[in-house]
């Protein structure tokens, strides 16, 4: 049995919530699924007042979760509008390589205005939800699990390199306007004594 997550998109929004819906019928096993949409500024938000999320983890910090945080977020809406360049300038570029921006890749296939259904899923073959997604004009994208944990760990360990060099960087302009101001209440005090 594979367990991958997927990425569902359909061509009308109704139509994503039908597949929501239905999704708990198909005969494949899935841990965690939620239905997400992005808006016209490009964030990736699960709708409130809806029956959008179900599964074993979702409030937990289940993987599912914590993509779609990663979507939602401030990365996310940069990946979202500008998928094919900002994970270059967001993450030195030799932490990844080409077949590792799978974060990229989702983002790019929300658009906005559009829903999307995101989903951890395990089955002896792709073929019962690809017929379940194509009954809906859908298409589906599967990515490995463990590529996506591998990813989302990749771009926690840079998130955590560049609030570093931030920090650093503050504190250097700290100690600058720190010296500065030192010399000029030295020169302050001096001419005071000299007067």
Do not use: C
């Given at each position: 049995?594979?367990?991958s997550?997927?990425?569902?998109?359909?061509?009308?929004?109704?139509q994503t919530?039908?597949?929501?819906t239905?999704l708990?019928?198909?005969?494949v096993?899935?841990?965690d699924?939620?239905?997400?949409?992005?808006?016209?500024?490009g964030?990736?938000t699960?709708?409130?007042?809806?029956?959008?999320?179900?599964?074993?983890g979702?409030?937990g910090g289940?993987l599912?979760?914590m993509?779609?945080?990663v979507?939602?977020g401030?990365?996310g809406?940069?990946l979202g509008?500008t998928?094919?360049?900002a994970?270059?300038a967001l993450?030195?570029?030799?932490r990844?390589d080409s077949?590792?921006q799978?974060?990229?890749?989702?983002a790019?296939?929300v658009?906005?205005?559009?829903?999307?259904i995101?989903?951890e899923?395990?089955?002896?073959?792709?073929?019962t939800?690809?017929?379940?997604?194509?009954?809906f004009?859908?298409?589906?994208r599967?990515?490995?699990r463990?590529q996506?944990?591998?990813?989302?760990e990749?771009?926690q360990?840079a998130?955590?390199h560049?609030a570093k060099?931030a920090?650093?960087?503050l504190?250097?302009q700290?100690?600058?306007?720190?010296?500065?101001k030192f010399?000029?209440?030295?020169q302050?005090l001096?001419?005071?004594?000299?007067?």
């Amino acid at each position: 049995m594979t367990t991958s997550v997927v990425l569902m998109t359909f061509p009308t929004n109704s139509q994503t919530y039908e597949a929501f819906t239905k999704l708990k019928n198909v005969d494949v096993e899935i841990d965690d699924a939620v239905l997400v949409e992005r808006d016209a500024d490009g964030r990736l938000t699960v709708p409130e007042g809806a029956d959008s999320q179900w599964g074993s983890g979702m409030l937990g910090g289940s993987l599912i979760g914590m993509l779609v945080g990663v979507l939602g977020g401030p990365i996310g809406v940069l990946l979202g509008w500008t998928a094919g360049t900002a994970a270059g300038a967001l993450v030195d570029a030799d932490r990844f390589d080409s077949d590792r921006q799978l974060v990229t890749e989702m983002a790019a296939d929300v658009a906005a205005g559009s829903t999307a259904i995101i989903a951890e899923v395990s089955a002896d073959s792709p073929a019962t939800l690809d017929e379940f997604v194509a009954g809906f004009d859908g298409t589906i994208r599967r990515f490995p699990r463990e590529q996506v944990l591998a990813e989302l760990e990749a771009q926690q360990q840079a998130a955590e390199h560049a609030a570093k060099a931030a920090r650093e960087t503050l504190r250097e302009q700290h100690r600058a306007e720190f010296k500065e101001k030192f010399h000029e209440r030295l020169q302050a005090l001096r001419e005071r004594f000299h007067r």
